[in-house]
């Protein structure tokens, strides 16, 4: 048999980035030995994006890199990037990165040729030399060509720089600004000398300010095309990938308590998978916290690491709450085990948060997250970005096996209300949705609690009350009368009511026993009677019959006697005859 050749493509040569996410989206990161160019407006995050794939070269890929900068010194550069975590000066002792600083004021040089980067090129050599670097960022290209008139020239000279670095075999990124209107670059030729484009963006909704990035070309390879959040934090670039994220993650079979024992049972008697998502919906005041709340405390009992986000309390303002109803947040926190963050919605847009939580995550490493509630995280009623990005959220907590607790604030707040009428409608995307619901009845207003879905297992189709008080969570059974569900006093009432009749049923049986058990021995001591009298007879019979056998007797032998006697005399009167 001939073997079939398998024809394997062949692979571009990449050089990670070292920056979370961004080498997910590029298939490995930047192409090896070309340039790149990293384009955008005004503080999107150009330098620190060059920067940082400096640095992590150096630091976790073994390329020294040249930072040849156009518009701040190496002093201020050196500043400004120490809030990542980056000391370019230990670096630069190391011989692991060179930053050199040209100055170019164009009101200063007398143009006497045609204008070249020659003086450049020799510049950039010598610094590439000096430490053997493997990597180059020059920032921005702009000021190259600031104030050149000639854009014929000007177009060769861009030529040629990026030609230069690829004869070098230099990994290189060179930032550039955004070109008037529609246009990707200023002069509309970099984008087409550059085997990888990336655009940075900075756009402003509801007064709420976004990063985004995307991949605009990449030659020689698959990658991410669509706009991805990004933010710049304590440790650097952090960009989550959207697109990337595929239905493969693994599945565990593993149960974890929620911490409400009667919720454990309405679950199977075992609480939910492992890496799952659970949605808590329910309107104001029904409990949603709480429940997020206590499944935090269980999963810290355990020895867990659990992550909280709210963004409608104060992290002092929750452990304060959740201690008035018997939940300790404290004790997990000063541990360690657990971290809760509070922010308004407002302190950032929808996809920044993602990629926070997405960073934290990181860093923590829990197996718990909950987010409480994800309905303030978008300040439109019907935000079509919402769902998408919450969706990434989700993808992510189960790729990485956590298990997810999602509270959602529903619009309608009694039990005719419809349980879809959700702010976000994420509910399809949960693996198990408790709903929960205040009932108004008699005067009172009680929560309910139902297992509206929960995959992969069997569950409890019935409405339990929820009741929160000082000693915790519990679940009580709810009365059904008639057609409603009573809950609260009225519940009380009416198991009042039904405990009375069944002591009354229960007297009345008892009575009845009683009277059975009289009647009872009234007919035993009928029939001990009869008994008696019936021993008697018997007795008095039998005496009959003996004297009668008795005197049978006394006949017989009287008779008997006196036939002898007659027979004697018979014999004596013989003999006597036989003597005379």
Not at 150 to 168: M, S, T, Y
Not at 266 to 284: E, T, Y
Not at 510 to 523: D, E, G, H, N, T
Request: glycine content about 10%; overall charge neutral.
């Amino acid at each position: 048999m001939k073997k079939k050749l398998t024809e394997i493509a062949p692979t571009l040569s990449k050089a990670p980035t070292g920056i979370a996410g961004l080498d997910e989206i590029t298939g490995g990161g930047l192409p090896a030995g070309r340039p790149s160019l990293v384009c955008g407006n005004a503080g999107c995050g150009k330098t620190m994006l060059a920067m940082e794939f400096l640095v992590r070269g150096a630091t976790q890929f073994g390329e020294p890199g040249v930072f040849m900068m156009f518009e701040e010194n190496a002093a201020e550069l050196t500043a400004n990037v120490r809030s990542l975590g980056f000391d370019l000066d230990k670096l630069a002792a190391e011989k692991k990165i060179a930053l050199d600083y040209v100055h170019i004021e164009r009101s200063e040089f007398e143009e006497t040729g045609e204008y070249d980067l020659e003086g450049l090129f020799i510049r950039l050599g010598h610094a590439i030399d000096s430490i053997g670097a493997k990597r180059v960022v020059l920032d921005t290209v702009e000021a190259l060509f600031a104030g050149l008139p000639n854009h014929a020239v000007l177009r060769a000279e861009l030529r040629r720089l990026f030609r230069w670095l690829k004869d070098r075999g230099m990994t290189a990124i060179i930032t550039g600004e955004r070109g008037e209107g529609s246009a990707i670059t200023r002069y509309g030729l970099e984008e087409y000398v550059a085997d990888c484009v990336i655009i940075l963006d900075q756009r402003i909704q509801e007064q709420i300010s976004t990063r985004r990035l995307r991949v605009l070309k990449y030659r020689g390879t698959a990658h991410g095309m669509n706009e991805y959040p990004f933010l710049i934090g304590a440790h650097g670039f952090s960009v989550l990938p959207i697109t990337s994220l595929q239905l493969d993650h693994e599945v565990s079979v593993q149960r974890v308590p929620t911490g409400v024992a009667r919720l454990d049972e309405m679950l199977g008697g075992k609480g939910i998978f492992r890496g799952s998502s659970v949605l808590v919906s329910g309107s104001p005041g029904t409990g949603k916290s709480s429940i997020a709340a206590k499944f935090i405390e269980s999963a810290c009992a355990r020895g867990e690491r659990a992550l909280f986000f709210a963004y409608e309390e104060s992290k002092a303002q929750i452990v304060r709450n959740m201690r008035s109803i018997g939940i300790d947040l404290a004790t997990p926190i000063k541990k360690g085990l657990l971290e809760i963050h509070s922010s308004r919605p407002t302190l950032q847009g929808l996809e920044q948060h993602l990629v926070m939580m997405h960073d934290l995550v990181r860093t923590f490493h829990p197996t718990v997250v909950a987010v409480d509630p994800i309905s303030n995280l978008t300040m439109a009623h019907d935000d079509a970005e919402a769902k998408p990005t919450l969706m990434r959220l989700i993808d992510f907590l189960k790729k990485e096996q956590i298990t997810g607790i999602y509270t959602s604030l529903t619009s309608g707040g009694d039990a005719t209300s419809a349980p879809e009428d959700s702010q976000l409608y994420v509910s399809s995307l949960m693996d198990t949705w408790l709903l929960l619901r205040n009932v108004e009845f008699t005067g009172e207003c009680n929560r309910t609690i139902f297992v509206r879905k929960s995959r992969g297992m069997a569950h409890s189709n019935q409405v339990r009350e929820f009741v929160v008080s000082d000693t915790g969570i519990d679940l009580v059974d709810v009365y059904l009368g008639g057609d409603r569900v009573l809950t609260g006093s009225a519940r009380v009432a009416r198991e009042a009511q039904e405990r009375a009749v069944s002591t009354l049923r229960g007297e009345d049986h008892q009575r009845k026993l009683r009277q059975l058990a009289s009647r009872r021995k009234a007919i035993e001591a009928q029939i001990a009677a009869l008994q008696a009298e019936a021993e008697a007879e018997s007795e008095e019979v039998h005496f009959v019959i003996a004297q009668e056998t008795l005197q049978e007797k006394t006949t017989h032998q009287n008779t008997s006697a006196m036939a002898q006697q007659r027979g004697g005399a018979t014999g004596t009167n013989g003999q006597m005859k036989q003597r005379r």
